[in-house]
């Protein structure tokens, strides 16, 4: 029935049902620790597919989710329509402007490669990972200590409301959905097409050195004492790691904006108390290369535990309790910067005004009465926890527009956020 629904809506893309062996594929989200089920996956190719999609989805009360990379979805939902966006995938920049233009289905690797031609870069993360869920989520990437959130670059956006009309909504069209959807995720349309802002950056200092773990107390304390000082040139990160050998490692993560003198002048603090490398490396780079440098080649999809808190400090019994787990993996990330400083039109993203995050790979760290209980959307894969990514004045405020544009819920991604 949906399958000859969408059919007689124009939905030009292909459809896949339960049994088929491309929708085994197409479901599965990169996280595999998920495992949706939805009644139907059909691939939009542009916005009237997206369009004749959420129409058909209305009519026949099935909810729609929507999945491009999978790097978002925490949900394991049974039912409804899932909408594959990732071959809408056309970037288009505008130099004069300093903007790019993604769809949704656009990686991030695709918006830098199109971008540094004109000496331009986004506010990009994992360069493999997709620009539109990324965006919606936030977006605390490589260069936001300097140029603030990714979602607080966007300009425009072109969507399609959960009642199936297409609309370009901006600060002066809609306000109130173009402000819920800069962190508020895909609670409130489906994206089709995002306009955001470029930042002149060619080169930076960045990379990963490793060190013995035994400098690893040392050199968080270094990190708690320096972080406050830090330059909004430099976004760095404090990191521990199991090695495939049971090992452990420490790591120093760093992206700067200025030349390799002075970024290790910069810096100094903090590869001062990590010692000597014994592996990695840092050097001037062009943005591209610097993504693959910090992130190293695309992850596999698997299955992961992750867990991520804000902290307002990291002291002594914080520091030994990461040091002292069974994760797999530690990472300790200063915020603050451009991202505690957004503009008074900003959006709901994030708890700006809290300096450290750690997130834990497998094992879930015991954070003592440290965490601040707020939370990050991007990182965050238990969905029970949504509203503690947003201040209790903005998620009150969400809860207001999803009842303006989608009381009946038609938008149901893992992130859900409840009409209010």
Known sequence: MTYRALRAAGFQGRIHLPGEERYELERLPWNRAFDPRPDVVAEATGPEDVRAAVQVARALGLPVSVQSTGHGTVSSAAGGLMLRTSGMARVTVDPSWRTATAGPGALWSDVIAAAAPYGLAPLSGTPWVGVTGYTLGGGAGWLSRAYGLAADSVVRADVVTADGEPLTIGPDEHPDLFWALRGGGGNFAVVTALTFRLYPVERVFAGMTLHPVERAADTLAAYRAWAPDESDESNTAVLVMRLPDGGRALGVRAVCLASAEEARRL????????????????????????????????????????????????????VGALLGSGARAVEVRHWGGAMARPGADAGPAGHRDVPFSVLTMGERVDLKGHATGGTFLNFLTDPSRTASAYTAGDHARLAQVKKAWDPDRVLRPGHAILPG
């Open 267 to 318: 810096l100094a603090p903090l590869l001062d108390a990590a010692g000597e490398p014994v592996g990695g490396g840092m050097a001037e780079l062009s943005f591209a290369e610097a993504g693959t440098a910090i992130a190293g080649p695309p992850s596999p999809p698997m299955a992961v535990s992750q867990h991520f808190d804000l902290v307002e400090d990291l002291p002594d019994d914080l």
